[in-house]
């Protein structure tokens, strides 16, 4: 057989399995096609009997004739409770001689009930369609059933998932049949489609009865043809008959929510594989790291897979159903050796295999000491480094190899012990026996210690491969740098750099070198004397310089560092941190070593937790363990600010001192306050003074005051936010926020020597300090005032130490004193609730502050002293305020003066020790006259209205009471004299007449009978009284041909008063005094108007001056530290 008929036949072979793939295929989809064309049929044909079968039904002739026993009927009921599908031709032969119409809502209630088989489903509905088309009232019974059964509420947790999976599908065959007919079923199976996905999009427990019934009902509710038919149609081009069940519109919103649940399948799929994969390499690292697994962790992670594998299968069927991707699962891959393992943890990124270069070196400086080297190839030949200089191979060194050749018995046998090895007598070189090479030699070793930089350490070993390479001078090189004196701890580093730059030519050197290291360190943990401890850490740092230029083996390193951590005591200690130290993040960082170095630190940490050594060496290992494996520092991300708001605070928080105040202001005066976001930010920096230098503190507040000149909105916002912080801070009462309220005290009280806050402010701040949330119950402490709290004294003295000073005269004074014995009252009563010593700080600060206020002023030795002095004050205020009532009830109705500030009758005495002190008022010498029996608007008062007005006036203390002074009595004898002097004056003058303007009563006008010329007059003007006539109306008059005018004449008789009528001519003496006396009341009130409108002018004039010379001017600060209310005149209504 040649080899072209086997290809033949070969090709043969692969057609005739092809042919017979697409014969199965065929055989599959025709299959599948006839299956659905089938069910489709007898679905329809089912249906159409059933929505007919009220034409069908039998007479009620019919069910006369069937047997209506009790004790049959109950029996047919009681297994249809037990409905099983191989018994469906005997329950239809038991209905068919049974009259069941007493029974329909019992064996309705019995088949929904019924523990059904997904086989049982078929038979079921059978016998549903035969009991509805042979009774009306089945379907309804039946559908109040399932709406009982399927209530589903969202959140509950469902009693019976599986039953519920074939209710399901039974509820959507009935549907589909045409027994559950009406608009509310198919809203039904809609509402717990609807709930069981809702309800479940993260977990996914009902997976299992979404799942049946997309495999049963998908086709029919929302055209769902598995991915394999849909391609097999596609390729053989057959069509797969589809349902006409529901319209194609309600078919797409069931397929939308499917596929809904579906992505939320997926994304919980993803996540649980991630987390599966996440346990698994956590499990690896465990097994690399102590070598087997708890039984937990292997418990879990079984439970972890099974729940993976079960949810991948329901996701893969699935997403067959709905014909969708399956979603992309990455796979998982492990390390294949300790090397390779993934470090975690405080341990540095290894995943890519390679050491990570920031974590080994500190910088790029020690980067390129370590690795960059002079290349040899230039100052050498490539012949040179070719010739055979390497040494003979050697056998790679284990642990285990180390272990035998040091055992560990022999570390703790002192006879054993023996001298360092002398070194191997060498056979001169008759070349190098020279004087000259001897005395260049001995010149180049002497100038070695000098080589203290990168630069002449590279020279000098080029120099040394250069003129001084022979075997004689590469022995006496080693014996030179081996023997380093053990102070000059500096020159290692560079030693191991000069023979790592040898070692690509000189092998044996650096060889040799580690040789003797390694000798040398044996012989010190062998001798374990306690001297010569410099020369042990000359030993352990030059291996650890050799390690990272990797000269020297890095397990090797690391049983040296297992050997000392054996015997880890005093000069081992030290040994062991100067090792770790030196090479320790090294080993840490590389992939190859991390493992075992980690193990070793953890073992040295447990031996200084159990050992009792001494705070030095304990002080030396967690230096050395931190530098190996610092603890993880959390990275302050900085807050990312526009660059506006970064330029306002570096004005504010930077830049801002007593020396460029007005430099600043200008800048800020620059802003765009019309910008709301810039004006905003610019508030609540000026807000911020915790945010500032103490010392800087009154400098915001002047830049503050002479900003206001220019953004007058600024000054209330700034206060209003201050104030709140300040209350804020009260409420939360966190230690934190303690020097931030210090800050903002600071800053309300030089805001108040600015003059941008008024003392009531001050001492509502004061008083709230003291009050806000204080209990004065020791047994119900307060969480917002605990009696071990003392932060509000300093608070309090804070603000006083700022402003109090200016409280020196006025209303202030008086203020401050009361507030005194107060915050006296409140200071004792913590400190004798304080257990310990009372902090001696704090007492210092308090008796300085009202030395400073109050110089004169005893201060209380006692919490009973403090309480006596409050009682005193109390009494005397009490004694005031009872004459102050007296004074209100004998004044009856009087004026109530205006005042500038709407707060003067707020009551702030209900909160704790303020009492009845506190003055709301704005101003510091304003008085309120107290009335009773009307309010401000001058309507009566209910009694309700006049206690409330007494108890606001209570709470506003009266001046001092008056005395009586010789003074007093020669002014008023001054008075008396002036006045009776002018009384004479007044009474030479001669009597006129005096202008009496009189109302005419309205029951006099009412009983007036007008003439007809009246009556049009006072159409023109029905205002008008009688006795007002105006030049116009007199020009009316004359228009209008009237020549009288009424007057009413009012006449007393006896104690009554009469009125007559009479007429008088508009050209007589008394209408022209009336129309003179009109026209004077005129021009007057036109002349209080243009004074009026000069003064507001004038006003205007003044701002504007002032104004512009601010502009000219540096900004300084107001001696003037009482605020005054400004009181404008008011033009008050002229009465006629």
Same mark, same amino acid.
């Given at each position: 057989m040649t080899i072209n008929d086997s290809s033949e036949q070969d090709g043969d072979k692969d057609e005739t399995e092809d042919n017979i793939a697409d014969e199965s295929e065929k055989t599959v989809i025709t299959s599948y096609i006839q299956e659905v064309q089938e069910r489709l049929n007898i679905k329809k044909e089912l249906r159409s009997t059933n929505q007919n079968a009220s034409s069908t039904r039998p007479s009620d002739a019919y069910f006369s004739k069937l047997d209506s026993s009790l004790k049959k009927n109950t029996a047919f009921v009681k297994k249809i409770k037990n409905f099983s599908s191989a018994q469906v031709e005997t329950y239809l032969k038991d209905m068919s001689t049974l009259n069941l119409s007493k029974y329909i809502s019992e064996i309705a209630a019995a088949i929904v009930d019924s523990k059904l088989k997904m086989t049982d489903v078929p038979a079921a509905v059978k016998l549903c369609s035969i009991l509805h088309q042979t009774y009306t009232e089945f379907s309804q019974h039946l559908f109040e059933n399932w709406q009982k059964t399927l209530a589903i509420k969202i959140g509950e947790k469902i009693p019976n998932p599986s039953k519920l999976r074939v209710d399901l599908r039974f509820y959507a065959e009935l549907l589909q049949a045409g027994i559950l007919a009406n608009k509310n079923a198919f809203s039904l199976l809609g509402s717990i489609l609807t709930t069981l996905i809702n309800m479940d999009r993260e977990d996914h427990f009902n997976i299992a009865i979404i799942l049946s019934f997309c495999k049963h009902c998908g086709d029919d509710y929302a055209g769902l043809i598995p991915r394999k038919m849909r391609e097999l149609s596609i390729k053989y081009e057959m069509g797969i008959p589809k349902s006409v069940f529901l319209p194609p519109e309600k078919q797409q919103n069931v397929r939308t929510l499917l596929k809904d649940y579906y992505v939320s399948l997926s994304k919980h799929l993803v996540r649980d594989h991630q987390e599966m994969q996440n346990f698994e390499k956590q499990n690896m690292r465990i097994l690399q790291t102590k070598g087997e697994l708890s039984q937990e962790r292997k418990d879990k992670l079984e439970q972890l897979q099974s729940a993976y594998e079960k949810l991948l299968t329901n996701t893969q069927h699935f997403s067959e159903i709905l014909d969708e991707d399956m979603p992309m699962l990455k796979a998982q891959t492990f390390p294949k050796s300790e090397e390779s393992m993934i470090v975690t943890g405080s341990g540095p990124d290894l995943e890519d295999g390679s050491a990570n270069i920031e974590n080994i070196w500190c910088d790029v400086e020690t980067q390129r000491f370590y690795c960059d080297l002079p290349e040899l190839t230039v100052f050498l030949p490539t012949a040179f480094l070719n010739k055979g200089q390497t040494p003979p191979p050697t056998e790679t060194v284990t642990e285990e190899v180390l272990d035998s050749e040091l055992p560990v018995e022999d570390l703790d046998d002192d006879s054993k012990s023996e001298d360092a090895p002398a070194p191997e007598e060498e056979t001169e070189d008759p070349a190098a026996t020279t004087a000259s090479n001897k005395i260049v030699l001995e010149a180049f070793l002497n100038n070695l210690p000098n080589c203290v930089n990168r630069e002449m350490i590279d020279n000098a070993a080029i120099d040394f491969l250069v003129t001084l390479n022979n075997k004689h001078n590469r022995k006496k090189l080693v014996r030179g740098l081996f023997g380093v004196n053990r102070t000059r701890l500096d020159l290692l580093p560079f030693y191991a750099r000069f023979v790592a730059i040898l070692h690509p030519a000189l092998p044996e050197v650096g060889n040799e070198l580690c040789q003797m290291l390694r000798q040398d360190f044996k012989y010190h943990v062998r001798k374990k004397d306690q001297i010569n401890i410099e020369s042990k850490i000359k030993v352990v740092r030059f291996i650890g310089e050799l390690v990272k230029f990797k000269l020297y083996s890095k397990i090797e390193a690391l049983y040296c560092l297992k050997v000392l951590l054996h015997d880890f005591s005093h000069h081992h200690i030290e040994m062991a941190c100067n090792l770790l130290e030196v090479c320790g993040r090294f080993l840490y960082c590389s992939p190859d070593s991390h493992q075992r170095t980690k193990v070793y630190l953890e073992q040295m940490m447990r031996k200084k937790s159990v050992m009792a050594l001494d705070s030095r060496y304990v002080t030396q290992i967690e230096n050395a363990y931190y530098y190996v494996n610092p603890p993880e520092v959390v990275t302050i991300t900085k807050k990312e600010r526009p660059v506006m708001h970064q330029f306002i605070r570096k004005l504010l928080y930077q830049d801002l001192q007593k020396n @460029?105040?007005?430099?600043?202001?200008? %800048?800020?005066?620059? +802003?765009?306050?019309?910008?709301? *976001? =810039?004006? !905003?930010?610019?508030?609540?920096?000026?807000?911020?003074?915790?945010?500032?230098?103490?010392? @800087?503190?009154?400098?915001?507040?002047? %830049?503050?005051?002479? +900003?206001?000149?220019?953004?007058? *909105? =600024?000054? !209330?916002?700034?206060?209003?936010?201050?104030?709140?912080?300040?209350?804020?801070?009260?409420?939360?009462?966190?230690?934190?926020?303690?020097?931030?309220?210090?800050?903002?005290?600071?800053?309300?009280?030089?805001?108040?020597?600015?003059?941008?806050?008024?003392s009531a402010d001050v001492f509502k701040v004061l008083y709230s300090l003291i009050s806000f949330g204080v209990s004065m119950d020791p047994n119900e402490p307060s969480p917002l005032d605990p009696p071990n709290h003392l932060f509000r004294i300093r608070l309090a003295c804070v603000l006083l130490e700022t402003c109090g000073t200016y409280f020196s005269s006025g209303s202030s004074k008086r203020k401050l004193d009361y507030y005194l014995a107060f915050l006296q009252a409140y200071y004792w009563y913590k400190k004798e609730l304080w257990k310990e010593a009372f902090p001696p700080?704090?007492?210092?600060?308090?008796?300085?502050?009202?030395?400073?206020?109050?110089?004169?002023?005893?201060?209380?030795?006692?919490?009973?002293?403090?309480?006596?002095?409050?009682?005193?004050?109390?009494?005397?205020?009490?004694?005031?305020?009872?004459?102050?009532?007296?004074?209100?009830?004998?004044?009856?109705?009087?004026?109530?003066?205006?005042t500038d500030n709407e707060e003067a009758g707020e009551d702030e005495t209900s909160e704790g020790v303020t009492g009845p002190i506190t003055d709301d008022t704005g101003t510091d010498d304003e008085t309120v006259d107290h009335t009773q029996g009307t309010d401000d608007e001058g309507e009566p008062m209910t009694s309700e209205a006049e206690q409330e007005a007494v108890s606001e006036s209570l709470a506003i203390p009266r001046g001092p009471k008056k005395m009586e002074c010789t003074e007093d009595a020669d002014f008023l004898n001054a008075l008396d004299k002036m006045v009776s002097e002018n009384i004479q004056e007044r009474m030479r003058e001669p009597v006129k007449a005096g202008n009496v303007d009189i109302s005419v009563p309205v029951v006099v006008k009412s009983n007036v009978k007008k003439t007809y010329e009246q009556l049009q007059v006072s159409k023109i003007n029905h205002t008008l009284e009688y006795r007002v006539f105006t030049f116009d109306f007199r020009k009316q008059l004359v228009i209008m041909n009237l020549e009288k005018i009424g007057f009413v004449l009012m006449v007393r008789k006896g104690n009554k008063q009469q009125y007559k009528q009479f007429e008088a001519d508009v050209d007589s003496e008394l209408a022209q005094n009336l129309r003179d006396q009109e026209q004077a009341q005129k021009e007057e009130k036109e002349k209080v108007k243009r004074l009026t409108l000069n003064i507001t002018e004038r006003f205007e004039e003044e701002d504007y001056q002032e104004m512009m010379q601010q502009q000219s001017r540096p900004v300084t600060q107001n001696l003037n530290r009482e605020r005054k209310s400004t009181n404008i005149p008011k033009v008050l209504q002229m009465q006629i």
């Open positions: @460029n105040t007005d430099k600043i202001m200008r %800048l800020m005066r620059k +802003l765009d306050w019309s910008n709301t *976001e =810039v004006a !905003t930010y610019a508030i609540k920096c000026l807000t911020g003074a915790h945010n500032l230098k103490f010392f @800087n503190i009154r400098c915001l507040a002047n %830049l503050l005051a002479g +900003l206001v000149a220019y953004q007058e *909105e =600024v000054g !209330t916002k700034v206060v209003d936010g201050v104030l709140e912080d300040i209350r804020l801070g009260m409420e939360v009462n966190l230690p934190k926020f303690n020097q931030r309220r210090v800050a903002q005290v600071k800053y309300l009280g030089e805001l108040y020597n600015y003059r941008m806050v008024e700080i704090l007492e210092h600060i308090f008796k300085d502050t009202l030395v400073t206020l109050r110089p004169k002023l005893k201060p209380c030795q006692t919490c009973e002293e403090a309480l006596e002095e409050l009682n005193n004050i109390r009494t005397t205020l009490e004694k005031l305020l009872e004459v102050d009532s007296k004074v209100t009830e004998e004044d009856g109705l009087d004026t109530i003066a205006e």
